[in-house]
């Protein structure tokens, strides 16, 4: 099962606007990430943010995160074609053999029209 | 350096053969984690290897499997293919595979199984 569920599921916008998608997790976590994956590729690490912090930002990208709600967002800020992509949040966590692992949310596909 | 390289990138096979994937991870890199990507169910953690050991595992059956060479290279084969094993195969790599540390994903290996 998935520890992150992302909402929503497809967002399209104009390209210059601005692109919000959120992330929901279950258990308490030590780190989010987000990522980003083109299509059919591999993902790409845009951020980490830790438990202890509420926002971040890396260019146009700002990550808040609000470990009351168990949520995160993920900000884009005067979107690009080239943002064009499936983004992913992932949430650390302990596997039944006691080593961290990443789990991976269920992904908002991002589309901006030129 | 050259990032995650994963061979080959197609596949086809048909049901009940098996299949080896082979993976490079980045030099210096111990860790290496396996996922099976598909729209069904999202990203799946497989397992992750750490110096030729495994470390962790996911939910998936005996049919699948792994290992690790001492120069950090990694392997995943799937006995017995059916046809849900059709998917875009993804590893990734990491220094030490600790929670707060970017893992760094191949460009993946996509399998079709007929």
């Known amino acids: 099962s998935q520890q992150g569920e992302e909402d929503p599921q497809a967002l399209s916008i104009q390209e210059g606007e601005n692109a919000t998608m959120n992330c929901s997790y279950k258990t308490s976590i030590n780190n989010l990430q987000w990522y980003r994956q083109n299509s059919g590729r591999g993902l790409v690490h845009l951020i980490l943010?830790?438990?202890?912090?509420r926002e971040k930002h890396s260019g146009r990208l700002r990550v808040t995160l609000d470990t009351s709600k168990k949520s995160s967002s993920l900000l884009i800020t005067a979107s690009r074609a080239a943002d064009t992509a499936s983004y992913f949040c992932a949430t650390d966590s302990i596997s039944n053999f006691g080593n961290e692992k990443l789990t991976f949310g269920t992904g908002t596909r991002l589309t901006i029209i030129p | 350096k050259a990032g995650v390289t994963q061979t080959p990138r197609y596949l086809i096979k048909t049901r009940g053969q098996q299949v080896t994937l082979s993976c490079s991870p980045i030099s210096g890199h111990r860790s290496v984690s396996w996922y099976q990507q598909t729209p069904g169910q999202g990203l799946q953690f497989l397992f992750e290897y750490f110096s030729e050991t495994q470390r962790n595992k996911g939910n998936f059956p005996g049919r699948f499997s792994g290992r690790q060479f001492s120069n950090s290279r990694s392997e995943m084969n799937v006995s017995t293919l059916e046809l849900g094993d059709s998917a875009l195969y993804l590893c990734a790599s990491s220094l030490a595979g600790r929670r707060k540390e970017t893992q760094y994903f191949g460009p993946g290996t996509r399998l079709l199984v007929l």
């Open positions: 943010i830790r438990s202890n912090e």
